[in-house]
T-cell receptor, first 114, second 115 residues
Framework: DSGVTQTPKHLITATGQRVTLRCSPRSGDLSVYWYQQSLDQGLQFLIQYYNGEERAKGNILERFSAQQFPDLHSELNLSSLELGDSALYFC?????????????FGDGTRLSIL | AQKVTQAQTEISVVEKEDVTLDCVYETRDTTYYLFWYKQPPSGELVFLIRRNSFDEQNEISGRYSWNFQKSTSSFNFTITASQVVDSAVYFCALSGSPGNTPLVFGKGTRLSVIA
C-alpha cells in the first residue's frame, strides 16, 4: 500500500460527459502529480501541484483541469469526454516538489468512455 | 529532450531463470535521476529504486539488482531466480535536474514468468 488514495477505482461514462477524479496524497507529501496511461501513449505526465500551486504542466488537454486543495488532496476534472480519453489515470505524490524524490503512485482510476 | 527506451516489449522466462530488463536513456542534463517501477496485473505502480547520475555503484536488493552505466546511458535491471510473482510490466523512468522536470517513462517491458 503506497498510502496514496484514488477514487473512484472505476468510472464508466459516455462521450461528452464530465467526470472528476480524486486523489489523497501520502501523509506528509506536499506534491501531487497526475499521469495518464493508455495503450498507445504509455504513461504520460499531465500536471503537477505543490502545496496548492501548479508546478509543472505536461501533455494535458485544455478539456482537462486540476487543482490541489488546502488539505492537499487533488482533483482532476475531465470534460467533453471523447472515446480516446479512456485510460488509466494515476495520481502520485512526493514529499517535496522536486522530482529527485521518488513518486509514490495510487492504484489508479480506470476511465471507460462508451 | 529526455527519452527512455525499453527495447524489450515482452519477455517470457521459466521460473528460476535469471532475466535482465534493458533501459537506455537520453538526456542533456548533467544531474538526473533514474527510476524503476513495477506494475503487477492488479494495475498499481510500485516504486522499486532510484539512482542519481553521480552514483554508478550497482545495487542489489534480494533477488533484484541494477546496473547503471553512464558510458552507455543504460540502467538495466536483473531479476535472479525469477518467480511467478515477478510477472508484471516494468517501467524505467528518468527525471532531469532537481526542479520541476516530470518523470519520463519508457514504454515498459512485460515480463511473464512461467511455472
Amino acid at each position: 500500500d503506497s498510502g496514496v488514495t484514488q477514487t473512484p477505482k472505476h468510472l464508466i461514462t459516455a462521450t461528452g460527459q464530465r467526470v472528476t477524479l480524486r486523489c489523497s496524497p501520502r501523509s506528509g507529501d506536499l506534491s501531487v502529480y497526475w499521469y495518464q496511461q493508455s495503450l498507445d501513449q504509455g504513461l504520460q505526465f499531465l500536471i503537477q501541484y505543490y502545496n496548492g500551486e501548479e508546478r509543472a504542466k505536461g501533455n494535458i488537454l485544455e478539456r482537462f483541469s486540476a487543482q490541489q486543495f488546502p488539505d492537499l488532496h487533488s482533483e482532476l476534472n475531465l470534460s467533453s469526454l471523447e472515446l480516446g480519453d479512456s485510460a488509466l489515470y494515476f495520481c502520485a505524490s512526493s514529499v517535496t516538489g522536486t522530482v529527485n524524490q521518488p513518486q509514490h503512485f495510487g492504484d489508479g482510476t480506470r476511465l471507460s468512455i462508451l | 529532450a529526455q527519452k527512455v527506451t525499453q527495447a524489450q516489449t515482452e519477455i517470457s522466462v521459466v521460473e528460476k531463470e535469471d532475466v535482465t530488463l534493458d533501459c537506455v536513456y537520453e538526456t542533456r542534463d548533467t544531474t538526473y535521476y533514474l527510476f524503476w517501477y513495477k506494475q503487477p496485473p492488479s494495475g498499481e505502480l510500485v516504486f522499486l529504486i532510484r539512482r542519481n547520475s553521480f552514483d554508478e555503484q550497482n545495487e542489489i536488493s534480494g533477488r533484484y539488482s541494477w546496473n547503471f552505466q553512464k558510458s552507455t546511458s543504460s540502467f538495466n535491471f536483473t531479476i535472479t531466480a525469477s518467480q511467478v510473482v515477478d510477472s508484471a510490466v516494468y517501467f524505467c523512468a528518468l527525471s532531469g535536474s532537481p526542479g520541476n522536470t516530470p518523470l519520463v517513462f519508457g514504454k515498459g517491458t512485460r515480463l511473464s514468468v512461467i511455472a
